[in-house]
T-cell receptor, first 112, second 113 residues
Framework: AQSVTQLDSQVPVFEEAPVELRCNYS??????LFWYVQYPNQGLQLLLK??????LVESINGFEAEFNKSQTSFHLRKPSVHISDTAEYFC??????????FGSGTQLTVLP | DGGITQSPKYLFRKEGQNVTLSCEQN?????MYWYRQDPGQGLRLIYY???????QKGDIAEGYSVSREKKESFPLTVTSAQKNPTAFYLC????????????FGDGTRLSIL
């Protein structure tokens, strides 16, 4: 069985500061990894994904995540955050198409 | 803004009754999905549809039925054959047909009276 651990439930950070949201997973098979974001009053939406190939993946709004197989991690980073990045972020793992196991989420709050 | 609308937010079912959960998307996505979430568990796939008038069973399709008469709509019926229907149901969609969902609705919580 797969599981996903998001180590921080709340991450407050000042605007333009860097941020890292941590995610670790456990799985005995090869996995696909995802980050989803939920902005206030909206549904979950896919932010970025790792399926294969380069271990560093990027989103269109400046976030990146690196797949580290030896540490079973998929941490999400952004070098400089904006107020509009305030949202809840969910890490997810899958070992086959359309199946997902989510972490418990990390609330990122960007302060002015 | 585009998104997925699920209704109702809360639904109560009597024993032996069928109920239908609505899911509408205005994202022009091809694929739509229904998931069930129980406490302490990940999402489990009930049904998915890649194109209009076609759908496939997921891992836990027994006791559920779906239809896809329009691209933007994918209603889920929880039938009386589903013996343990109390759960949180999420609808999702994606542009492509081969991968993971990209957008989710806010969910419907179904309870048995």
């Amino acid at each position: 069985a797969q599981s996903v651990t998001q180590l921080d439930s709340q991450v407050p950070v000042f605007e333009e500061a860097p941020v890292e949201l941590r995610c670790n997973y456990s799985s005995s098979v090869s996995v696909y990894l995802f980050w989803y974001v939920q902005y206030p009053n909206q549904g979950l939406q896919l932010l970025l994904k790792y399926l294969s190939g380069s271990t560093l993946v990027e989103s269109i709004n400046g976030f990146e995540a690196e797949f580290n197989k030896s540490q079973t991690s998929f941490h999400l980073r952004k070098p400089s955050v904006h107020i509009s990045d305030t949202a809840e972020y969910f890490c997810a793992v899958s070992d086959k198409p359309r199946q997902l196991t989510f972490g418990s989420g990390t609330q990122l709050t960007v302060l002015p | 803004d585009g998104g997925i609308t699920q209704s109702p937010k809360y639904l109560f079912r009597k024993e032996g009754q069928n109920v239908t959960l609505s899911c509408e998307q205005n994202l022009n996505h091809d694929a739509m999905y229904w998931y069930r979430q129980d406490p302490g568990q990940g999402l489990r796939l009930i049904y998915y549809s890649q194109i209009v008038n076609d759908f496939q069973k997921g891992d836990i399709a027994e006791g559920y039925s779906v239809s896809r008469e329009k691209k933007e709509s994918f209603p889920l019926t929880v039938t009386s054959a589903q013996k343990n229907p109390t759960a949180f149901y999420l609808c999702a969609s994606s542009i492509g047909t081969g991968g993971q969902p990209q957008h989710f609705g806010d969910g419907t919580r179904l309870s048995i009276l």
